[in-house]
């Protein structure tokens, strides 16, 4: 299943066996060879009256090539970001925009994902992490001036030396960066994104 965000809004594209056995089957399309699906995206994003969709792939479609088609007019980037740990076990978060969340940024041309995210943890906090494994991939739609984008976000898991001290980026409006031990970890995660909620737990299940 790829889960694609709009805010706080899930458009889920899924097999058959899939699909949640409690799905709203009103909420629930699955489009035959003359629908255009390239269109999905623009009706998750117009149509505030549901708040998730799930299409099923067809059985006899590839689901890469059937993603791909249904994501073909929306501009699709990559980003990195990091899941940083230090040696106590407390975990890096960044405050931006009134909301907890973990850094991430943009992948360069030619730059592997894993150095987008190493790149990325370091600029905006200032942390020099290595990265352990990747723990999922997350993706994002949005428009802030120009097309509808897709943003595919490799999360890794990683580990900063333990006397790591932060340095938020304030000029990418990060008001703080800190180490949040794992007390304090449901007070941030009860104010941030589902994706990074996603990225927690999937972090405990590896």
Sequence with gaps: MLNIY???RILSICTKQEVPV???ERFLLCPDKDYDISQIPFLMEN???FQNLIVEIPEDE????FTDRLLSKVVRINAGGGLVYDACGNCLMIYRNGTWDLPKGMQEDGEDISLTAI???EEECGVK???LELIRV?????RIYGPLTVKSIWWY???ADEKASTHPQTEEGIEKCEWVTPDDLDYRLANTYPSIQDVFEAALKK
């Design 6 to 8: 709009f805010k706080r």
């Design 22 to 24: 409690n799905a709203d």
């Design 47 to 49: 149509n505030l009256s």
């Design 62 to 65: 590839d689901e890469k090539e």
């Design 119 to 121: 790149r990325e943890v």
């Design 129 to 131: 992490a290595r990265p």
């Design 138 to 142: 997350t993706h994002h739609a949005y």
């Design 157 to 159: 898991r990683m580990v």
